[in-house]
């Protein structure tokens, strides 16, 4: 049995689904709010060791009908290595129908709509992307490296390429005072893209994220409960 390097993270919806490790950490790894690769550095794994991962798993189970391609967000390979590793599944696991991976705005924005295409052709069929606010305000506060623009740019860019996203909005990540703000900018988002799913979050800081997310976020106030059940019928409504 192949070992994986931890801290490992996948979406729920991808519990019962082959794994791949292709790369380790996150390349960008600076949002403040995050702690998920904060104990590892980024790495590209040499493609021959993949294989033998994947001959691994589906001799294990060759059956298996979906990927997820771990860590951050494996879309930051190159596009050739991406192809060279999707075509390898494909042969591998021969009922192989979905291909998923994390995915950021810069991922997509450094992609030609043709790399995705290919990349779609070749059962890269959906990514799982956290939009996290629309508020360029507060985009800026928790250092996501866009801004809103980007946002909604490189969301159709996948969908432009047939590509289905599952996108995610942390509640409560503007704190009071950016509260209506991160709700109206949110909601703009998803009014101008053509997400396929869409959840909510509730923000909660690691302790190892505090010191950083408050020495860029100093005038941040959490919000309770009820607030951010209020916040979440608002943009509910706004959708």
């Known amino acids: 049995m192949l070992e994986y390097s931890y801290p490992l993270f996948r979406p729920p919806a991808e519990a ?55 860590d951050g967000d494996a879309l930051s390979l190159d596009t050739d290595y991406l192809l060279n590793l999707l075509i390898y599944l494909k042969k591998s696991f021969v009922k192989l129908g979905r291909v998923s991976v994390y995915a950021s705005a810069q991922n997509l924005l450094n992609k030609s709509s043709q790399e995705l295409q290919e990349l779609k052709e070749n059962a890269l069929s959906l990514i799982y992307y956290g939009v996290e606010t629309g508020s360029d305000a507060v985009l800026k506060k928790i250092t996501k ?54 959840s909510t979050l ?28 209020q916040e979440k019928k608002i943009y509910s409504y706004k959708n």
Do not use: W
């Open 145 to 198: 490296g866009v801004n809103q623009s980007e946002i909604i740019e490189s969301l159709n860019k996948a969908s432009d390429a047939g590509i289905k996203i599952s996108a995610t909005v942390i509640l409560g990540i503007g704190g009071s005072k950016y509260t209506n703000e991160h709700v109206k900018g949110s909601a703009e988002i998803i009014n101008a893209t053509r997400v396929n799913y869409l």
């Open 16 to 70: 019962d689904n082959i794994i791949i490790q292709a790369t380790y950490g996150c390349s960008y790894n600076n949002c403040t709010f995050c702690s998920m690769y904060k104990t590892k550095s980024y790495e590209v794994r040499a493609i021959g060791d993949v294989f033998k991962d994947i001959d691994t798993l589906s001799h294990l189970y060759p059956d298996a009908r979906k990927v997820f391609l771990a």
């Open 202 to 229: 509730q923000l909660g800081l690691e302790d190892d994220a505090k010191e950083k997310f408050y020495k860029h976020f100093s005038d941040f106030e959490m919000l309770d409960d009820t607030e951010l059940l």
